[in-house]
């Protein structure tokens, strides 16, 4: 799976568009950036993934440039509720079924 | 519908005991994946299970650890001759067998703590 590097941490104030940048240099041609958040106490959850088209959900937007070295995860109107541990993901979507964690991006949410 | 549940929540063991965790995924999901978090890390896969079969496990999976899933739907993962170096939050997730996405579903894990 390719390496990803994200910031160590980031804060964003309430309210406002939290913008989550991954870069993902060595990504191929088969393989798929995703996104899930760990909330403190709780388990990893989903939020996006996509393979080189921008994508939107209920939760967030993925952007990811055209050359696919990069993505940025924005979640449009950050609540403190948002404040989690942040982690980027790339791997194929077949064929290996673990995910690779990384460190990630702690977000803060500030009121 | 309920998410994907472990017992106990925290455990507290002696070095040297033996533990044994549980975990009961999302009914009809046919994966099962079991990890392990450190303070600070991210998580880190331990091993996998497509009903109840295991089909990968981790070199972190040292032989005092042992997972099954008889029956293809929940599973234990139980630790032998704790050591400190077993403290961690152990977390299981699920996925169904006709998922086209990487879509995890996290429990919200099982912190043990080794003294």
């Known amino acids: 799976d390719a390496k990803t590097t994200q910031p160590p941490s980031m804060d964003c104030a309430e309210g406002r568009a939290a913008n989550l940048p991954c870069n993902h240099s060595t990504i191929s041609g088969n393989e798929y950036v995703y996104w899930y958040r760990q909330i403190h106490s709780q388990g990893p959850q989903y939020i996006i993934h996509g393979l080189k088209n921008n994508e939107t959900n209920e939760m967030a937007s993925l952007i990811i440039t055209e050359d696919r070295k990069s993505s940025t995860l924005i979640l449009p109107h950050a609540t403190l509720r948002d404040t989690a541990v942040y982690y980027c993901i790339v791997r194929p979507n077949f064929g290996n079924e673990k995910l690779t964690f990384g460190t990630g991006t702690r977000l803060t949410i500030i009121p | 519908d309920t998410g994907v549940s472990q017992n106990p929540r925290h455990k507290i063991t002696k070095r040297g005991q033996n533990v044994t965790f549980r975990c009961d995924p999302i009914s009809e999901h046919n994966r099962l994946y079991w990890y392990r978090q450190t303070l600070g890390q991210g998580p880190e896969f331990l091993t996998y299970?497509?009903?109840?079969?295991?089909?990968?496990k981790s070199r972190l999976l040292s032989d005092r650890f042992s997972a099954e899933r008889p029956k293809g739907s929940f599973s234990t993962l139980e630790i032998q001759r704790t050591e400190q170096g077993d403290s961690a939050m152990y977390l299981c997730a699920s996925s169904p067998l006709a998922a086209t996405t990487l879509e995890q579903y996290f429990g919200p894990g099982t912190r043990l703590t080794v003294t």
């Open positions: 299970f497509q009903n109840e079969a295991q089909l990968e």
